[in-house]
């Protein structure tokens, strides 16, 4: 069940109609938002609503042992660990796995048929499997460091774990942070639940407006890769692809946060303008904010992050930033582009190490486009289906062979939504409508106008982006 479709809204007004009856009593809660969200998950696929509960068990039972034992703790967090991992790399990489060591195989003359044995189930990908597990295993890890109480029950972590509107695709969220919201009964006033419509309404905008029709275009351009060589054409679809995947993930986060909001559950910032960043450091700090930190904290600091010397700190860097590269897909893509990453932040690094104070004017404050421009080429990577499709753009984008005329590439549809969506990001102006004492007669205005071009002007529609991590 997606948010952009009627099954959710009839799905949205059943969970909430009942609301204010249950979060009455904490386990009649934790026990509607665990059936409501097995019904929006087992809509997908029912089949995979099991492993959800699997890894789920898992991590509550280890969780509890970690809290009561503590000789054995480092035990049960391995056991955590491992079981959370190991779903993560047979569904999602089992199988890309599987061919490229048959590929291997074959180019080495032997022929080999084992992605032939690959059983159908495993070629099924479970939605949101990447968040779920992220989710789960904050607890167990928070609950060993010490920075989280335990579960009041299972039905308190299942609540936490299965919570619809972060279930299949983010944001990441702490056990220590919600889990102390899902123990308290949370009575909106009006202001607060308008503010929550709000969020939603936006997050659709950003979603079915911006994203779905830019992603007409970016879609046809990559269709045709093979056939378009000039180098402004590819330009403006890679622009056009940055926007919409930050639109359509936005969109996501922002209606999730809405939501949880109506629920009096506070969701942080996922988004906060990463194309104005001055630096590729500051592009991660506002990029998929749940995601960066979650993989600064337990992963960067853990390998030791820059307490070992300035080697290991780039070592600790890189290693990061490629196995956030992998958990986005089984794909060489992905690896390269947190590879990209990775470089960028060493180059930064070392510039503001040992040139910032003999060069202090080529700061990258003073100049984002030059950020910008690298994150571009590096969502080339991303956004191709393999590495050959990627390397083919990368070398059209730089040919500088220039056949498209200018009038030409901008009378396509797409370059309305492309200019309003620069708009929203460089000027967010309609923060100025959405401050609840002042301009009332704008923000009515305002509001009613996204309205208006959700109606009107939505595009095709398009799956969430991060349905597939």
Known sequence: MIFNSIPFIVFALLFFAAWPWVQKNNNAKWLWICIMSFVFYAWWDWRFMFLLLGTGSVDYFCGQQIFRSEKRKKFWLTVSMVTNIASLCFFKYSVWLIHEFNDWMNEMGLTTCYADTIHEYSLVLPIGISFYTFNSMSYAIDLYRGKAEPAKNVLHFMAFISFFPHLVAGPIIRAKEVLVQLNKSHQLNHLQIVNACKTILWGFFLKMVLADNIAIMVNAQFDAIHTTTDSLTWWYCMLGFALQIYFDFNGYSSIARGLAKLCGIHFRL???????????????????????????????????????????????????????????????????????????????????????????????KKYPLIVFIGVLVAWVFFRANNLDDALLVVRNMFAFNHKAKWMELISNSATIWILIGIFVELHPLYKRFINPFKHWILQGLFWALIVCLLVFFRGEEQGFIYFQF
Do not use: C, Q
């Open 270 to 364: 996922n988004f906060n303008h990463p194309y104005l960043s001055g630096s590729f450091s500051e592009f991660w700090r506002r990029w998929h904010i749940s995601l960066s930190s979650f993989f600064k904290d337990y992963v960067y600091i853990s390998l030791g992050g820059n307490r070992k010397g300035k080697f290991r700190s780039e070592v600790n860097r890189w290693t990061t930033m490629l196995l956030s590269g992998l958990w986005h897909g089984a794909n060489f893509t992905f690896i390269i582009w947190g590879g990209l990453h990775a470089f960028f932040l060493s180059i930064e690094n070392l510039y503001r190490r040992y040139f910032a104070s003999r060069i202090p004017y080529l700061t990258f």
